[in-house]
């Protein structure tokens, strides 16, 4: 009886299948298909359209020149004190007066707290207006060093007219001073051009210009207008005896080569903005290549200036700018271009294929319309599609009667092209370059045109593959 009580409390757990639901099973599929997708689309390369642009070659236009001058370089003879009573750029004559030299601080110190009563007469005025009109005709904001020509013009213009007001009542101020007068005034022995520019490359000669004379890395310049204690023996102006001067331009080898084959060239002085045509000599000096042009006039509007900046006049060509990730390469057959010929009855130019029929032993010849996609005339071959002969097919020549095996492979740079919403490879010629971008020729055969659309990036399709 115990053991029947023990069989009425075991219960038999049967287990039913759970019923699947059709519809969490879609949704889990569209769900995990939406995120495939997802994550191919954030981790695959994407194919970018480029839009050729035109633009005009004259980037490598850009030079510098140093100026070589003849000039005579005086000296103090004793320690003291100068002012100078002529400016910078001035003709002088034999006789005139250039500076004065007070060996004593008495004279000096009272002219430096004497009252000048003086008024700017109209010639001053008008001379401190030029300098102001010419800076207002040259100053952009890239151009700020105007500023400092313009300051550095009025100062010595002003403290030139100073100067010589107190030099033309010299006598009388230093009377009214009751300092023992040990002023001496230094008159010029030649006529000429007065500088009072000095740096480190004096001397210079056009045989003796060089590359490293454009390395300013110990260069130095100075302005010897001024009214501090120079030593004896201390250089106090210049004096330039003959007009003529010259600008040595530096040239890359790329300008050389335009332009070495001329007599004259054009160019514009970029620090003032001065447009001139000029006779000029070539030459190569080591590596470095150079243009000299002579000149007699606009000495004394350089006179402070050794290097000037120059804006050469260069032939422009206008090209296509395209970025190096839209080239590519394909290979062609290279047929020679006596091969290729013109049917007058098919108006259409293709190539002869030659026909041998095994079971007659007969040879045909056969017309074949192909498309030439570039003809190299230098070497005389044209360029054809692979897909239009089998490797190895033979051509034949009507004119001369001779077979050419097609096996030869020649490969062109070019880009894809999508204009027609799918790839098609177009020929490139490139004429410049850069880290970035390249400049093909504008109009080459079966080639791009300002404005087309190519693929950005090459690598990520195929020719003829659909775009949209």
Known sequence: MKEQAQRKKIKKKT????NINAGVIIIFCVFLYIVVNVVNGLTKDHLSIYEVQAVSMSSDNIAEAVIVRSEQDYYSDRAGYTNYYVRNGARIAVGDTVYSIDESSNVYEYLVDYDLNY????EDISILKNFVSDFNSVYTG??????????????????????TYLLENLNSIVSESGNPVTFNVVKSDKAGTVSFFNDSLSGLTPDSV????????????SNLYDSDLKESGSLVYKLITDNSWSLIIKLSEEQYNKLSNKTSISFKIKNDGLQLTEPCTFF???????????MTDYLIRYIKYRFLDIELSLDTEQGLKIPYSSITTKDFFKIPSRFYIYNEEENTY????????????????????????YEDEENGEVY??????????YIYCMETEELFQVSVIGQLQGVFNTNKGYAVFR??????ENSDYCIVRDGAQKSLSAHDHIALNADLIDENLQIY
């Not at 008024?119 to 109209?122: E, G, N, P, R, Y």
């Not at 054809?384 to 097919?393: C, L």
Request: charged share 25%; with cysteine.
């Open 210 to 221: 060089n590359a490293q004379t454009f390395d300013k890395s110990s260069y130095s310049s």
């Open 119 to 122: 008024s700017l007469d109209a």
């Open 15 to 18: 287990y039913r299948a759970k």
């Open 142 to 163: 890239n151009n700020f060093s105007a500023v400092y020509d313009l300051r550095d013009n009025l100062k010595s213009e002003i403290s030139n007219i100073s100067d």
């Open 384 to 393: 054809v599609d692979t897909d239009s002969f089998d490797y190895g097919q």
């Open 427 to 432: 020929r490139i010629e490139i004429i410049s």
């Open 350 to 373: 293709g190539f002869t294929y030659m026909e041998y029929d095994i079971a007659t032993k007969e040879t045909s010849y056969v017309f074949v319309e192909a498309d030439c996609y």
């Open 284 to 294: 190569t000096r080591g590596d470095a290549y150079f243009a000299q042009v002579d």
